[in-house]
């Protein structure tokens, strides 16, 4: 049985190779016959292609220094425009190829958050070879309270079964200790929720050290400690490689071996390689958007809509409210209007 | 002219490799004749050796779960004797084979902070080819306000000109952005005060990739997210070895690649090793104190004390207070006794 056709809408703004490589991920995705893409962007640079649908939207605020004050004083950028056919009910979810500042922005402005939940949170597939992790947040909230961390770890249970298919994902806190009283007073108070938390595989917590162990599906955060945890890792792989890649040229010997070793060295690369998992996910508004990042081409763009796709499919926001509400984690009060993405706490 | 003898006091309990691993890395730095020893540690497992004075010593609490509590109630630890000769005068400062927690917790006891300062911090010199930079806090302080940053950035200048022998050295904020305005409410609020500190070269915000681009001598954060910085990049770069090490034993031709690279390689294994930083170390207390990683061996000990050394004849206690003094970062009101290292600002 051919599965049901979804429309997910695509900004081409943003992306480091520009709206035509936007395009052309989204004639991958959509020469499958089961996503249908309404993409957002300068009609004059895309190439037509069967399976998406072109709405000229050449007006970008991928790089406005205050994301939350372009969305609104911009409603034909392109973000906007792909944000609200997604709210509208045009389509079923949403792609940006650029700025993720600009995505969680018009997002929270138009498609709102989902009912019961405190703040939606950047979760990032981590690419690790073998098994890939999901820390979140990365960014959209610099500050959190100890309930943000706590929704935090069901939005991301969530999203790992329904997603990537890892029955009861193994939930941990990142702290500067494994023991539970490690941590800042809220990441305290987070473990002691967490740890009686209903129908949540609590692992505890763990050091910056499970990058690399495999130990957790999710790593739970704030977006600050997020933000530099992903950064220090992209950093360090970059410089290593590079220095890997110098030694290789350092002498006549070890070009020989560089050259011998690179096919198998070029998995490893492949295995790191953050297009392969499709990039960052919004999470806990009541549709899932997909920001891919910046520098993907084409496949990483294909993969974001397949991701964005699987996510709709196993309607990620609705498990995400079942498990909260077992868990007695919704929000109860309704808060005042939604904190914009970069504005911390009050 | 021969330099006058300093005298170190070093804690042999702790490290990973034992007692009397740390016993030839203090027979290693005595050796020269203008470092002497006083080592306290189990004496019937540590060889007598020229310029090392043993004290009997064999209670350890480097593996307390309560480091301050362990060493308010162990006055006969070896950590908590090897401080107070530093406290006392018979030692110009401290090098601890073992726990962080510990040492910082038996310094600011016994040692106190130092004139003016908030709060001591845990600085690391993170390896990176070339030319390391320092990161504090990595830990003692898990909680900060913005004035413990602005002090730390001079600490960190002061120990960088003063140890590491740079002029001017660079000092970055640790952001999630390099925007003024990126960050939590503290770091902002740090930002503005070090973007006009006298004496200061105030490179602004650094995000998490700068720990491969040698942007900065200094990276100042508070010391949740610093722990969690250095443990991430331990942890990506055990990673990438790791399978960089299975890529070159995937097939005979990656075999022989490896083989050929390997003399190479080994170059760059130097270059991050973290033995030949000398490790963590004290700042803002009296006297300098320098905790070398556990899995130290006999030569990241001996550099340890070197370093611990050449802290003493730069007087860095007193060059940090000019710096702060000149900048009108004193702290000025007394405060009430100083926080233990692991309990989180009320």
Redesign the interface.
């Known amino acids: 049985m051919a599965a049901e056709q979804l429309t997910i809408a695509l900004d081409a703004n943003g992306a480091d190779a520009g709206p035509a490589e936007v395009a052309r991920g989204a004639a991958l995705a959509a020469a499958g016959g089961e996503i249908r893409v309404i993409l957002f962007g300068p009609h004059a640079e895309i190439a037509p292609s069967p399976g998406v649908e072109v709405v000229d939207a050449p007006v970008s605020i991928a790089k406005a220094?205050d994301p939350t004050r372009a969305v609104r004083s911009t409603p034909d950028a392109s973000i906007v425009q792909a944000v609200r056919a997604v709210a509208d009910g045009r389509a079923d979810a949403l792609v940006s190829g650029g700025s993720t500042g600009a995505a969680l922005a018009a997002g929270l402005f138009h498609v709102k958050r989902a009912r019961g939940i405190h703040r939606p949170a950047l979760a990032v597939l981590v690419p690790?070879?073998g098994r890939p992790f999901l820390l979140l947040d990365c960014?959209a909230n610099?500050?959190v309270r100890p309930e943000h961390l706590v929704q935090f770890a069901h939005m991301g249970a969530a999203f790992m079964e329904a997603v990537m298919g890892i029955a009861r994902p193994r939930v941990a806190l990142?702290?500067?200790g494994t023991?539970p009283?490690?941590?800042?007073?809220d990441?305290?108070a987070a473990h002691a929720a967490l740890a009686g938390a209903a129908g949540l595989t609590f692992a505890g917590n763990v050091?910056?050290?499970?990058?690399?162990?495999g130990e957790a599906d999710v790593i739970v955060?704030d977006?600050?400690?997020g933000?530099?945890?992903?950064?220090?890792?992209?950093?360090?792989?970059?410089?290593?490689?590079?220095?890997?890649r110098e030694?290789?040229l350092?002498?006549a010997?070890?070009k020989?071996?560089?050259?011998?070793?690179?096919?198998?060295?070029g998995?490893?690369r492949d295995?790191?390689d953050p297009e392969a998992q499709g990039g960052a996910f919004l999470l806990g508004l009541r549709r899932l958007g997909v920001v891919p990042h910046g520098s993907f081409g084409a496949n990483g763009i294909a993969r974001a809509l397949e991701l964005a796709a699987r996510g709709v499919r196993s309607d990620v926001p609705a498990r995400t409210h079942e498990r909260l509400a077992a868990a007695g984690a919704l929000r109860r009060a309704p808060e005042p209007s939604a904190a914009p993405a970069?504005v911390?706490d009050p």
Chains 1, 2 share one sequence.
């Open positions: 220094a690790v070879p960014g610099v500050e990142l702290s500067n023991e009283t490690k941590g800042t007073e990441v305290v050091e910056g050290f499970a990058v690399g162990t955060t977006g600050f400690t933000n530099v945890f992903l950064k220090v890792m992209e950093g360090t792989a970059d410089a290593l490689l590079r220095a890997v030694a290789a350092s002498s010997r070890a020989a071996g560089g050259l011998l070793l690179k096919p198998a060295l998995g490893l295995a790191i970069t911390p």
